[in-house]
């Protein structure tokens, strides 16, 4: 399955400030996805990325205060703009490297909002 | 709605016993993926196994089986005699064709707890 490389694994930051997270991905992907896990919570689905186009956002999540990029097949960076301490949480990437095989989270950037 | 139900917040057993995890999905598609993953306490997610809806068969791996009944929308998880490595939280997942493929809707998850 994929390899991929998720940074930083942890970050303390102050309300309403900016976050940048990035995830590299040792081959090329279609569709890379990004998820949030909130305390002691069950992981839900943020954005899908595709390479060349914008996002799709899920449904409680928009781009101004979540901005993806994707400038190739292997790499995207979700960013967690204005933060507050509600924005405390597990953020994680995914990707499919093959319908045979499952989907491959990163090791996810835990953000603690002060 | 929540479309994958794990109805067992937590179960704690002693070591070498057997535990079962429910899990219960919702989906009018008939085609769609079930998936399991293990979050131990240090955080990444672990791929368990990928089961697609045409694909009835249970399944063994070591000591990890699977039991998948369409008719009970069920796709049950069965650790036998467990070890204290098996502590973890266990998410049940549900991919949807009617859905982008990539979107997985998890469960609430289950807390394992084995003890010595």
């Known amino acids: 399955s994929a390899v991929i490389s998720q940074k930083p694994s942890r970050d303390i930051c102050q309300r309403g400030t900016s976050l940048t997270i990035q995830c590299q991905v040792d081959s090329q992907v279609t569709m890379m996805f990004w998820y949030r896990q909130q305390p002691g919570q069950s992981l839900t689905l943020i954005a899908t990325?595709?390479?060349?186009?914008?996002?799709?956002?899920e449904s409680g999540f928009v781009i101004d205060k979540f901005p993806i990029s994707r400038p190739n097949l292997t790499f995207s960076t979700l960013t967690v703009s204005n933060m507050s301490p509600e924005d405390s949480s597990i953020y994680l990437c995914?990707?499919?490297?093959?319908?045979?095989?499952?989907?491959?989270f990163g090791s996810g950037t835990r953000l603690t909002v002060v | 709605a929540q479309k994958v139900t794990q109805a067992q917040t937590e179960i704690s057993v002693v070591e070498k016993e057997d535990v079962t995890l429910d899990c219960v999905y919702e989906t009018r598609d008939t085609t769609y993926y079930l998936f399991w993953y293990k979050q131990p306490p240090s955080g990444e997610l672990v791929f368990l196994i990928r089961?697609?809806?045409?694909?009835?068969q249970n399944e063994i791996s070591g000591r990890y089986s699977w039991n998948f009944q369409k008719s009970t929308s069920s796709f049950n998880f069965t650790i036998t005699a467990s070890q204290v490595v098996d502590s973890a939280v266990y998410f049940c997942a549900l991919s949807e064709r009617s859905d982008s493929w990539g979107k997985l809707q998890f469960g609430a998850g289950t807390q394992v707890v084995v003890t010595p």
């Open positions: 089961r697609n809806s045409f694909d009835e």
């Open positions: 990325a595709n390479q060349g186009s914008e996002a799709t956002y």
């Open positions: 995914s990707v499919e490297k093959s319908p045979s095989e499952g989907y491959t």
